[in-house]
């Protein structure tokens, strides 16, 4: 190309990049005749920038290959890179390298970039020091990426000091909290602080996608369909715009809200949709047990070119669980090229659910690799539901091996045991728990009323209506029992008396926050619920009768699926 010199060549190479066609860029690069420091910089930019960290970091090794002297932006570059990596050795072989460089000054930028660096490889020590080693030359770029740093690492109590002390705050700041919040499972602290941040008493920034996608999800795992609903409204007035993952978001926090009618609507509306989109709405067809729907999606999902990835396996094998289409799921399974603990732990809660428990006995035997827990936390409950204490006893010793300290498996097994009346069994897991250490994990149980979460553990009388609701409590007792409910005690203690045994799970706190939403809620209106485990045989029965005596849709999410008890009967069809 006559007449170009090295700047028109490097300006070539920067436009090709900056509209993400590399190959072009790069051929412009082969070809330049001279390069500077600079054209290197603008090759190196377009790869770190586009996502090709492997091919900058090449790129950077062939540049010092050639002679080339680094600057402060191939080294901000490179690190970068490196820092999307998240390889620890590399970050440290790469920052020996920078040390050995003379001349290189190490300011700001070049410290914060390290300081991710560090961060985003573990290294939670050297990103603090360099970050109190800067004293008052932090920047807000500086700021958020130790911000993000803690969040990263489980701190939380840091980095919200940190944030406590900016400044200057910019929408990064905020969204590093309330990501950091919502990732951490402190979605109720992502909520509040979104709050703040909209509060029209505060000169904040405007939120954006990721502020939003980060909400969504938080009131998600809450369960808080109306605080959903604030926020979506709150985006729709402020007109802030949704890409593909804000949209997927949405999708989930709707799905795990229990409103998968608006889940669909808005796959539906969306232009674009990638494989996550699929997967998010699968996953909340099969927890609500809509298994033919689930499957329906993954013939469009291949009809779009959309290929399924290993969560959409997860996600349509557990839609066929659930929604008990066992044959389905045998097909579907065999077309899986090289099937993971976690396909196989679908497999076995399909098989269970059937009753077919040998064969799933027969396939954990046969795994290529060694069971997760997953896979025998699967089996265990297969046996609670068909009542098979010799294979429980293999799945739950299997699991205590892989998760000694979870309670959850040793209760399961205990009440296996006291179903079938093994009471000394019972005892031996109980002393099982104490010589280990092993303490019951709280139940609790919530519901969403004007933007507030109301939370109930069993037994509460801490709740403000406390005496409305155990009033309310009693009468539908009554009730319930002039309709044929029995209070099933089976796996209370048999120290406990029979008269106290039907009193300890009558005030299950799933039926405490049953009775306060019946009492908030209007006529006819259908209830939500969150369970933090899943729910019992005895709430399981009580709110199905609920359901019919009030005449109302009840929604309980608990830690397996979603249950939509109406006229008596249950979704789930009482296998859990």
């Not at 980060?214 to 605080?227: D, K």
């Not at 396909?343 to 954990?364: N, Q, T």
């Not at 209106?525 to 609920?546: L, Q, S």
């Amino acid at each position: 190309m006559p007449g170009r010199n090295v700047v028109t060549w490097t300006t070539m190479v920067t436009g090709y990049a900056r509209i993400g066609d590399l190959e072009t860029a790069r051929r412009c690069f082969d070809a330049m005749p001279d390069r500077t420091v600079v054209s290197w910089n603008a090759m190196l930019s377009g790869y770190s920038q586009n996502g090709f960290e492997d091919e900058a970091l090449r790129l950077f090794h062939d540049m010092v290959g050639a002679g080339f002297q680094p600057n402060e932006t191939t080294w901000v570059t490179v690190i970068s890179s490196c820092a999307a990596r998240g390889d620890p050795s590399l970050a440290d072989s790469l920052a020996r390298l920078l040390h050995q460089v003379r001349g290189v000054d190490f300011n700001c930028f070049l410290k914060t970039a390290l300081l991710d660096m560090y961060a985003k490889c573990g290294r939670l020590a050297a990103a603090r020091r360099i970050f109190y080693d800067l004293g008052p030359h932090k920047n807000t770029v500086t700021w958020n990426a130790m911000i993000s740093a803690f969040m990263r690492s489980g701190d939380l109590s840091s980095a919200r000091e940190l944030f406590d002390r900016m400044l200057n705050k910019d929408v990064v700041s905020w969204n590093s909290m309330i990501a950091g919040y919502a990732q951490n499972g402190q979605s109720a602290f992502a909520v509040r602080l979104f709050k703040d941040m909209v509060t029209p008493m505060g000169e904040h920034p405007k939120p954006d996608e990721f502020t939003m996608a980060s909400v969504f999800s938080a009131c998600g795992h809450l369960g808080t369909l109306e605080i959903g609903n604030w926020a979506v409204a709150f985006l729709e007035r402020n007109q802030i715009r949704l890409g593909t993952s804000g949209y997927n978001s949405l999708i989930f926090m709707y799905s795990k809200c229990g409103s998968i009618k608006d889940a669909q609507r808005i796959f539906q509306e969306m232009e674009r949709k990638d494989v996550v989109s699929y997967n998010t709405l699968i996953s909340g067809l099969a927890a609500h047990g809509r298994g033919r729907e689930a499957l329906e999606l993954v013939s469009k999902m291949q009809e779009e070119a959309i290929d399924p990835d290993h969560v959409t396996y997860v996600g349509i094998l557990t839609a066929c669980s659930h929604g008990g289409l066992l044959q389905e799921g045998r097909r579907l399974f065999e077309t899986i090229e090289a099937p993971s603990n976690d396909h196989y732990a679908c497999m076995v809660d399909l098989l269970g659910r059937a009753g077919e428990l040998e064969e799933a006995k027969r396939l954990i035997q046969n795994m290529p690799m060694k069971p997760h827990a997953g896979v025998y936390g699967s089996l265990l409950n297969a046996c609670r539901i068909h009542r098979r204490t010799d294979l429980a006893e293999m799945a739950a010793y299997g699991l205590f091996e892989i998760e000694p300290n979870n309670s959850g498996n040793y209760v399961l097994l205990s009440n296996i045991y006291a179903q079938a009346g093994r009471w000394e069994d019972v005892d031996k897991v109980r002393q099982m728990m104490r010589e280990r250490g092993v303490k019951k994990a709280t139940g609790w149980s919530w519901v969403e009323h004007k933007g507030e979460v109301h939370k109930f553990i069993a037994g509460d009388r801490s709740h403000d209506r406390c005496s409305e609701i155990y009033h309310l409590l009693a009468n539908l007792r009554r009730r319930m029992q002039r309709s044929g409910y029995v209070a099933d005690g089976s796996c209370v203690p048999r120290d406990v008396l029979e008269e106290d045994r039907e009193e300890m799970v009558v005030v299950h706190s799933e039926k405490l926050a049953v009775c306060f939403a019946l009492l908030v809620s209007e006529a006819g209106e259908a209830i939500r619920v969150t369970k933090n485990m899943r729910v019992c045989w005895d709430c399981h029965a009580a709110i199905k009768t609920i359901s019919k005596l009030e005449g109302r849709e009840i929604i309980l999410r608990d830690n397996n699926r979603f249950h939509l008890f109406l006229e008596g009967q249950c979704s789930c069809k009482d296998y859990w």
